[in-house]
């Protein structure tokens, strides 16, 4: 019997030296190899600067605590995430808001977003789940819109004038959407490097912005070292300078920077990856090609409008109930085939019920949930395990 694993990273030997190299270097935290990394993203996104640090979630904190998002301030996001996309909000102590999904859609119902916008409403979190893309345009004339509500705290919150869009893009490293690369859209994103993602750096993540009229790139990412750094006024790389030992704290900030380590097995999965974005669109093409002609729901990854990222393959078994999807799910296990389920909504989970949120207020989000089946999409894959995959599925599903 085969053994599928669900998602396992795709690392090589170009991995395995970069690592190597680092470790010769003496450069084993953040260093040279962690700024080119960031130079490289910021170049594949299209925008002027990135900033790596140590995951997705890190970065999205990042990003709320520089927009000076805090107690008295909103921030929506959606029902159906990950935890990580609802967390920073509590961390940096503001009010969590969350809205249903439209119908049969992983997408926020968009005229809920708008009806839940108040003069608090500081940033819109926007989730581009298993690689797709949101609607950007609707999202910023929505924002627009209720220009007139907003209330500006601070002079990067004064620059842009409304509220901010700040997208946790954890799966759309490499996505586009109208020709536009995700990192650019929005006017942040966040970026997951995590061992199961795409491109993987085994934890890490990195975020970029779009130029704000006003505010000073350099500046800003100058912000974000302090930031991520205990509000360090040198890193360690600037300290190797001939008598540049003295440094500042300017703020009791955070630890959260990416090292070399990281960065190297980053540098390497970025000149791999436009082969494993390929190899994904044929993976899925393969499974859609099987599965949609029985009338299996799929995440439309590639279409006029979008191009995925290819990071996850949700389907739907229409007419199944949850305890039947379970089912189908360990019988695939017993087949050696791992899926999974994306996601269990947030308002299910205890953290956000004592927060005082209940799933019946979010039906959309739970249909989605209740029928979902995450097959295995990596690069590890062989056609033959594809099939196997398809072959298995198809055989069970016979008996729903």
């Excluded at 960031?38 to 927009?67: G, M, P, W, Y």
């Amino acid at each position: 019997m085969k053994q599928i694993p669900f998602s396992p990273p795709d690392v090589g030997q170009k991995e395995i030296d970069q690592v190597i190299e680092a470790l010769q270097s003496g450069w084993i935290t953040t260093g040279p190899k962690t700024k080119e990394f960031e130079r490289q993203i910021a170049d594949f996104c299209h925008v002027d600067k990135a900033v790596c640090l140590n995951s997705a979630t890190a970065c999205l904190e990042s990003i709320l605590r520089v927009l000076g998002v805090g107690p008295g301030d909103e921030v929506i996001t959606s029902a159906y995430t990950y935890t990580a996309s609802a967390s920073p909000v509590c961390h940096v102590g503001a009010k969590l808001v969350m809205v249903d999904t439209q119908p049969d859609s992983l997408e926020m119902d968009y005229d809920q977003l708008a009806a839940a916008i108040t003069q608090k409403t500081k940033v819109i979190i926007p989730v581009d789940l298993g690689g797709v893309m949101c609607d950007y345009d609707k999202l910023f004339e929505i924002v627009e819109s209720k220009k007139d509500l907003f209330h500006p705290t601070n002079e990067i919150q004064k620059a842009l004038g409304r509220i901010a869009v700040v997208a946790d893009a954890a799966h759309g490293f490499g996505a586009q959407r109208k020709g536009e690369k995700c990192g650019s859209v929005a006017d942040f994103t966040s970026f997951s490097f995590h061992a199961v993602k795409n491109l993987t750096t085994a934890e890490g993540g990195a975020l970029t912005w779009k130029n704000i009229p006003g505010i000073d790139n350099e500046d800003l990412y100058k912000e974000f070292m302090l930031l991520s750094l205990h509000g360090q006024s040198k890193d360690a790389l600037a300290k190797t300078k001939l008598g540049a030992w003295e440094y500042d704290i300017v703020s009791p900030a955070y630890k959260c920077n990416m090292t070399d380590i990281m960065a190297g097995i980053g540098l390497a999965q970025m000149e791999r990856y436009p082969t494993l974005l390929a190899r994904r669109q044929e993976i899925i093409k393969k499974y859609d090609e099987a599965l949609r002609p029985l009338g299996v729901q799929t995440l439309p990854h590639y279409t006029d409008e979008n191009q995925s990222s290819g990071h996850l393959y949700i389907t739907r078994i229409p007419g199944i109930t949850e305890e039947q999807r379970n089912e189908i799910i360990i019988k695939m296990a017993e087949r050696g085939i791992a899926t999974n389920v994306h996601y269990k909504p947030l308002p299910m989970m205890t953290a956000y019920k004592n927060l005082g949120f209940d799933i019946n207020n979010y039906p959309n989000a739970y249909r989605m949930y209740a029928n979902e089946i995450t097959l295995p999409l990596h690069t590890k894959l062989s056609d033959e395990d594809v099939q196997y995959v398809i072959d298995n599925l198809v055989e069970i599903l016979k008996c729903y």
